[in-house]
């Protein structure tokens, strides 16, 4: 199976993309951070649970990009930037 309904860490990233478009500021920030922290759990569940192959690497996929993203945030941010 390659798709499915999504499930509520995959329902919570998508409402958060919604409204972090509409948000601005802190707001939209701390609603991309939750957005962040669901897909990331949504990762962690393909990864160790997914029901196929595929489905792993695309839960492996999803988490390396969230950790790279996340570490050059963090290398601008408190790094060489």
Known sequence: ??????????????????FGF???GTAAA?????GTLALAAWAV???GWGVNLFRRLLGAG???SI?????????H????G
Do not use: Y
């Open 30 to 34: 701390s609603v991309n951070a939750v």
């Open 22 to 24: 509409l948000l601005h």
């Open 1 to 18: 199976m390659v798709a499915q309904w999504p499930n509520t860490p995959l329902w919570v990233w998508i409402a958060c993309k919604v």
């Open 62 to 64: 999803v988490l390396a």
């Open 67 to 75: 950790v790279l993203t996340l570490g050059v945030k963090a290398w």
């Open 77 to 80: 941010w408190f790094g060489a």
């Open 45 to 47: 569940m393909e990864l």
